[in-house]
C-alpha cells in the first residue's frame, strides 16, 4: 500500500513538473507592444511630455483668452453664464486641473527613469518643463498638492503645500535642473530625444537652450515676487546664478515644440496639426476648425484706440467683417449676432509651424522689466524696445523691423519717453506691450501682471472693462475655485475655510500687493 502511494505521488509530481516546464516552455516569448515599466522608457514619456506641453498652451487657457480680452465666444453660441459673470464653481476648473497634473505626473516619471538610466539631460529638462507648469499651476489655484502628490503608495490623499513654499522649492529644483543639465558626458540621444529645442541642432546647443529656458522661468518666478518682501533679499542670489549659467533667451530663441506636425489627415479622422491651428485654424479639408471662439473686440478696440496704429492687429486677428468690428462682445446678452472674425496668419501660421510654448519677445519683457527694477544691469529701454521688435518679427509683420520701429517712435502709448522718466509709468508700459504681445499666447501671465499690479487696461465703460453680461461681477477672480473632484477624493486636506465662489475676488495669491 505504502508502495503504491509512493508511485502515484511520484507520478504526480511528474505531471505537476511536465505541466510546469511545458508552461515555461510555452511561455518564452513577450509581446513587444504591450506596455510595461520596462519597456515605457524616459525618452519616449518625456517626447510626449514636450507636445502636450504645447498643446496645453494652445487651447487650455481660452477662458483666460476670454477674461484678458483677446478671444469672445461667438454670438452665435449661448452666453456661458459662469465665465462671463466670473463667478466659477467647482465644475468649472476640473480639466484645467486634471490636465496640468497629468502631464506633471509624466514629466516625473521621466525625471525619475532617467536618472535611473544616467540620462541626467533629459531629467534637467524634465525638471524645468515641470517648474514651469507647477508655478503656472499655483499662480491659478495658491496651495496644492505638491511635494506628495506622485507618491501614491504613501500619500493616496496628498496635502496641499503653501503657495510660498513651492515658489522657494520651485528655485531649488531648477538648480537641480542646472546642475543635470550640465552633468559631464550627457546622452547624445537627447538631441533627438527632445522635440523642443533638438530637432537637428547640437547637443551642445540643445543643452544651452535648455539652461537659458531654466534660468527664464527662474526670472519669472522672481518677478512674480516683485511686491513681497521677498524681491529685497533674495533676487540678487538668484540673479547670479542666471548670469553664472549662460543668461536667458534672447532675440529668436523661441521655445516650441513640433513631433511632426502635419495637414495631413492620418488613421481615419485622426488629423495632427500644430495644436493652436488645430483648434482656431481650418480644418485640413479648409473648413473653420471653430465656430465658438472669434476676436474680441475688447482688445481689437484697446490695440485700434490706446496704441493706434499698431500693424500687429491684422496679424492677430483676420479682416474686420464689417467695419472696425473684429469681433464679439464677450458676454453680451442683448440678442445680437456677431460671429466675429477669424484669427491672423502671425498667430495661425501654418498646420506644419512648431507649437509655441514661451516666444522670446516674452523673455526680453521679462528682462527689460527686470533692468527696469535695477536686479539686472543694462538698458531698460533698449531691452523693452527689442521685446517689442520680436514681437513684430515673431508675428511676421510686413517689414518688421522698420514696422516696429516706427511703432515706437511715434506711438504715444508705446514711446519710451511717455513714461516721462517715472519707474511706475515704465514698469506699466512694458507690462501694457507685453499685454498687447500676449494676445492669445500666454493670457496666464497677462492674468498675473493684473493681479501683481504692474497691468493697467483700459476701461470700456464699466468698471468689468471685458465682459458684458449685465450680472458680471466686479473686476476679475484673483484664484480659481479648486475642482470638484478634489472635495471628493481628498477634501480632508483642501486648505480652510474653503474657498467658495464669492471669495475668489477677495482671497488673495501670497504674491500680490
Known amino acids: 500500500m505504502k508502495k503504491i502511494k509512493n508511485i502515484m505521488l511520484l507520478s504526480l509530481l511528474a505531471v505537476v513538473f511536465a505541466i510546469s516546464s511545458c508552461s515555461d516552455f510555452l511561455n518564452v516569448n513577450t509581446d513587444p507592444n504591450r506596455v510595461t515599466d520596462a519597456n ?56 484645467n486641473w486634471d490636465q496640468a497634473y497629468n502631464i506633471l505626473f509624466d514629466l516625473y516619471q521621466a525625471k525619475t527613469k532617467a536618472v535611473a538610466t544616467n540620462n541626467k539631460a533629459l531629467a534637467g529638462a524634465s525638471i524645468v518643463l515641470s517648474v514651469k507648469l507647477w508655478q503656472e499651476t499655483v ?10 502628490a506622485f507618491n501614491y503608495a504613501k ?16 528655485l531649488a529644483q531648477l538648480d537641480t535642473a542646472v546642475v543635470y543639465l550640465n552633468a559631464a558626458n550627457p546622452m547624445t540621444s537627447f538631441a533627438k530625444t527632445d522635440i523642443i529645442f533638438g530637432r537637428g541642432d547640437s547637443l551642445n546647443h540643445v543643452i544651452s537652450k535648455w539652461n537659458k529656458f531654466a534660468n527664464t522661468i527662474r526670472l519669472r518666478i522672481l518677478l512674480r515676487q516683485a511686491s513681497t518682501t521677498f524681491a529685497s533679499t533674495v533676487p540678487t542670489a538668484e540673479i547670479a546664478k542666471i548670469t553664472a549659467n549662460g543668461g536667458l533667451l534672447g532675440s529668436g530663441e523661441d521655445v516650441s515644440v513640433n513631433p511632426g506636425y502635419t495637414n495631413t489627415v492620418v488613421s481615419g479622422n485622426t488629423t495632427r496639426q500644430n495644436p493652436f491651428y488645430g483648434a482656431f485654424g481650418l480644418t485640413p479639408s479648409g473648413s473653420p476648425a471653430t465656430s465658438d471662439n472669434t476676436a474680441n473686440n475688447y482688445f481689437a478696440n484697446s490695440i485700434e484706440v490706446s496704441a493706434a496704429n499698431d500693424p500687429r492687429l491684422t496679424q492677430f486677428y483676420s479682416a474686420p467683417v464689417k467695419g472696425t468690428d473684429y469681433g464679439a462682445q464677450n458676454g453680451s446678452l442683448d440678442g445680437t449676432v456677431v460671429v466675429g472674425t477669424g484669427f491672423g496668419d502671425g498667430l495661425l501660421k501654418t498646420p506644419e ?12 519683457f521679462f528682462q527689460a ?11 531698460a529701454q533698449t531691452v523693452y524696445e527689442s521685446a517689442v521688435a520680436e514681437s513684430f518679427n515673431w508675428l511676421a509683420v510686413p517689414s518688421a523691423s522698420t514696422a516696429a520701429a516706427t ?14 522718466g ?16 500676449l494676445c492669445c499666447i500666454d493670457p496666464l501671465e497677462s492674468w498675473s501682471d493684473l493681479r501683481r499690479g504692474v497691468l493697467v487696461l483700459p476701461t470700456s465703460g464699466s468698471s468689468t472693462y471685458i465682459s458684458h453680461n449685465p450680472t458680471v461681477a466686479t473686476g476679475l477672480p484673483n484664484v480659481l475655485t479648486y475642482p ?30
Do not use: C
Open 40 to 95: 515605457v522608457t524616459p525618452d519616449l514619456i518625456f517626447t510626449q511630455a514636450e507636445n502636450a506641453v504645447g498643446a496645453r498652451q494652445a487651447s487650455r487657457f481660452v477662458f483666460l483668452n476670454n477674461w484678458m480680452g483677446y478671444m469672445s465666444r461667438s454670438g452665435t453660441f449661448v452666453v456661458d453664464q459662469m465665465e462671463t459673470t466670473y463667478q466659477i464653481d467647482n465644475s468649472f476648473t476640473e480639466a
Open 422 to 437: 517715472v519707474k511706475a509709468n515704465e514698469l506699466k508700459l512694458i507690462a501694457f506691450q507685453k499685454y498687447i504681445a
Open 484 to 513: 470638484q473632484s478634489e472635495f471628493t477624493t481628498n477634501g480632508s486636506h483642501i486648505p480652510t475655510p474653503a474657498r467658495t465662489t464669492a471669495t475668489i475676488f477677495t482671497e488673495k495669491l501670497f504674491w500680490q500687493p
Open 155 to 170: 500619500y493616496p490623499q496628498p496635502k496641499f503645500d503653501k503657495a510660498v513654499d513651492i515658489y522657494t522649492n520651485l
Open 369 to 379: 522689466e527686470a533692468v527696469e527694477r535695477g536686479w539686472m544691469t543694462g538698458n
Open 407 to 420: 511703432f515706437l517712435s511715434t506711438n504715444i502709448k508705446a514711446m519710451w519717453s511717455n513714461a516721462s
Open 139 to 148: 499662480d491659478q489655484f495658491g496651495d496644492i498638492p505638491y511635494t506628495q
Open 353 to 364: 509651424s512648431d507649437q509655441f510654448i514661451l516666444p522670446a519677445f516674452e523673455s526680453l
